[in-house]
């Protein structure tokens, strides 16, 4: 059998990881849909799960990456820290490959 080896890019902040591909992926999700709860949805996450990961990533980087209001369409979007940090994860990603 072959071995396989996987890589992965993560940004750890005081040991939590504040960027890996999991919320990288919920990142684009919120940028494509507008909203925490379709973005769980369309990654087949609970809304709890992609809520806990959208309040670490904000309360972890200085810049929060992402913008929320409460309720109705549009509920969130990314801030310009946030479509910077997709950038660098598409990035750094793509180099590791």
């Not at 990881?17 to 709860?37: E, N, Q, R, V, Y």
């Not at 959208?54 to 369409?73: E, I, S, W």
């Amino acid at each position: 059998m072959a071995a396989l080896l996987k890589l992965k890019a993560q940004i750890l902040v005081d040991g939590e990881i504040a960027l890996g591909p999991g919320k990288a992926d919920l990142l684009d999700a919120i940028a494509a849909h507008g909203s925490i709860s379709a973005a769980a949805r369309a990654l087949g996450l609970s809304y709890r799960r992609a809520w806990l990961m959208v309040d670490a990533m904000n309360r972890l980087f200085a810049d929060p990456p992402v913008q929320t209001a409460r309720g109705g369409p549009g509920g969130a979007s990314l801030t310009p820290a946030g479509k910077a940090l997709v950038d660098i994860n598409r990035a750094s990603a793509a180099e590791l490959e």
